[in-house]
């Protein structure tokens, strides 16, 4: 008898076992049976949902660690031991293992930097005939030069040039037209920012440090983050915030911004800092508090100032149209915006993406298993590859670098490379 009137008290009430609060507010012995059962059953739920929550958080890791490969490369430090400049090549050894099977002929390094792995590259490759650097930073031009002084020979021909690396074609035209004719051996781009830039206050790049808000690659570049948070739409900032931040709390974030513009705008990143800062419940700082978001947020406004998306993509397919037959492109990049990038245009190029669109076409790509015969036995980095006629992606999932780096590179974390070589 009592189950049948707990029974209909469930269907007059069925609120009652998804809610709690509700419950409360009901009165009787029979209500405090049901909120017994539905307590037990909510228990339950509650449980299967852990359990649930905690398996598919298990099977993302899984499936995060299984889509890389984890360099297993011994973990050292730049060949000549006094780099000029506080910045550690990331991945250097990588670098150089994916060209070392190469007769570098030329090589382009369209990040130059302090020239940590140009300096690497060219001690391997004794056979270098033509370099060119390329930087945007007048800051790495100097640094470079001093560093690779010791490297550079009378046979090696080598141009250090100020020029975005979306340019590289009329670079390489402009310097060696030859080079043009025959196609490069090896380009590599390092993407992201130097220490240089980063612990330069005046560059505007970090969020613990105040500055300006400039965040230029290029000093001579007219955009500044600053144009961006005081005079760009409405509607661009959020995007910027949701797009390139991946920002959850854009929106709010957009709708600060703006207010704040009533009140002459933010000029420094200290100002910006404050103002996420404000908006972070108790002022948490942190991985989960404001300097979580206030990296995001510099992160987007960074890749906005300097156009870093769309420049990637085109210097992608320039870079591989400039590539000798055999000739490899390696590509380390820094958050999953840029990662998606290389990996969709390495794809692109390939004609994976046009199979697609397009079911009816017969699949041009081969995805293989290798052994290290199909690549020689120095090149045991290779593990996994996909095929067209016009190329092979020779890292089907990126190399990030080895555990060692990343205790002594905190820069290195987040780092991926990958590398195509054309047919
Ligand atoms: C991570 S650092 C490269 C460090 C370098 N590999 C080394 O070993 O020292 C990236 C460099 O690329 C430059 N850079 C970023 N975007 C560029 C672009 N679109 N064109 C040319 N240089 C760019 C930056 O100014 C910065 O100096």
Redesign the pocket.
Known sequence: MAGAIRVKQLFLCPSILANETTLLRCRGNVNVIARDISSSESTKRKKKKEIELGRAAAEAVVKKEKRRTRSSREYEL?GDGE?P?S????M?GEVVDVLSSIRLRSFV???????????AIIENHPELRHFIG????P??HK??HV?LHSVLHPSLKSSIVR????CIRSVIADTDPEMLDIGVDGI??????????VNNPERGFSVLEEGPLDMR??PQASLKAEDIVNSWPESELGRVLRDYSEESNWYSLQNKIIKARLSGGLHSTGELVDLIRSMSPGNRGGRQGWIKTATRVFQGLRIAV?D?LK??QQ?IYASFEVLAPGGRLAV?S?HSLEDRIVKQTFLDILGFQREEKNPEEPRKHVEEELSDKDFGANESWIKQTVRSSNGIILTKRPITPSEEEERQNRRSRSAKLRVIQKS
């Open positions: 730049a780099s400049s910045h550690v090549p990331v250097l390094d369209c990040t130059l930097g302090a020239a940590g792995h140009s300096y390329m930087d945007v930073d800051v790495a640094l470079a560093h020029k975005n690396f979306k590599l781009m390092d993407l992201g920012m130097s220490s240089m830039q690659m290029d300097n870093e420049t990637l210097s380390i820094f």
